[in-house]
């Protein structure tokens, strides 16, 4: 855990320092997208790639948004219809997940992961959603939050839902099938109060989500996977927030927390 928490210090560093320096400047979430590119490099093994662009379902004729990032599976045959570089069109097969970079977090951006999510959930309907990174919350009330979520015109099935948005000065919003959270739909997650470096354990969090997909794709499964690495370090750095968000509602009281095997982890007190 302290290596990646290591790796993920030395990121925030040197997203500061670009900060400072081009701070203002138009370009500025092309160049957070190809430092976090970079990033997950350092990480994923060679059977897995960094791209850009789009994934086209030819079952469908469905066509996702372009994508930030996306990491494919190069031992896929044929992962790609087209490809320039860095730049492909993927077959949703390929994808091990679609990466959204935003600079900050508000509802402008909000309402296009929402949208985007949407739209690429069409696009590859067994993968996982996209995962969004942000690096700076311009709201941090929930109650806000929560209006944004009310507002959407979207379905309101937890697959059309993006699989994380973690902003890194902020929180963690994970969202979670009916088996899991009742009511299903999106859960915020925050650090605990004796954590110092809050950005630094959201962004080692979004790391190992990128590796337990990576895992999951190449059907890994033994102690020495990422899960098992992070055992137990999730409550010790995070607590999950007993609100749920959801699509035309905004945001409910939690009910119910079950663990994957359907073990119950929380359960509302009946009022009396």
């Known amino acids: ?45 060679r059977r897995f790639s960094i791209k850009t662009g789009f994934v086209y379902n030819s079952v469908s004729n469905e066509v996702s948004p372009q994508m930030d990032i996306l990491v494919i599976d190069e031992n896929v045959p ?8 860095d730049f492909v069109v993927a077959v949703p097969d390929a994808v091990v997940c679609a990466i959204e970079v935003k600079t900050n977090f508000d ?73 899991s959270v009742q009511p299903s739909g999106a859960c915020r997650t925050v650090c605990n109060d004796d954590v ?10 979004f790391l190992f989500s990128v590796l337990k997909l990576c895992e999951l794709k190449a059907g890994v499964n033994s102690d020495r996977t990422i899960g098992a690495i992070f055992s137990g370090d999730f409550d010790k750095l995070f607590t999950l927030k007993h609100k749920v ?10 009910e119910k927390l079950n663990r994957s095997d359907g073990s119950n982890i929380y359960s509302r007190p009946e009022e009396k």
Not at 12 to 25: E, P, Q, W
Not at 245 to 254: D, P, Q, T
């Open 107 to 179: 509802k402008e951006a909000f309402l296009d992961i929402a949208k985007k999510s949407e739209q690429y959930r069409k696009s590859n309907p067994t993968g996982f959603n996209i995962l969004a990174l942000c690096f700076k919350a311009k709201v941090v009330q929930i109650e806000t939050v929560a209006s944004w979520f009310e507002s959407v015109d979207i379905k309101d099935s937890w697959l059309n839902y993006p699989k994380s948005i973690t902003i890194l000065d902020d929180c963690l919003i994970e969202s979670f099938p009916p088996q």
């Open 196 to 205: 110092e470096e809050k950005s630094e354990a959201l962004l080692t969090h």
């Open 245 to 254: 968000f959801k699509y035309g509602s905004g945001m409910l009281e939690l």
């Open 78 to 85: 044929s992962a790609y219809l087209f490809q320039d570089d």
């Open 1 to 45: 855990m302290a290596l990646y928490q290591s790796y993920a210090k030395e990121l925030m560093s040197k997203l500061g320092r670009l900060n400072d320096l081009v701070g203002h400047a138009p370009s500025i979430g092309t160049y957070h997208e190809n430092i976090v590119g970079n990033y997950l490099r350092n990480f994923i093994s």
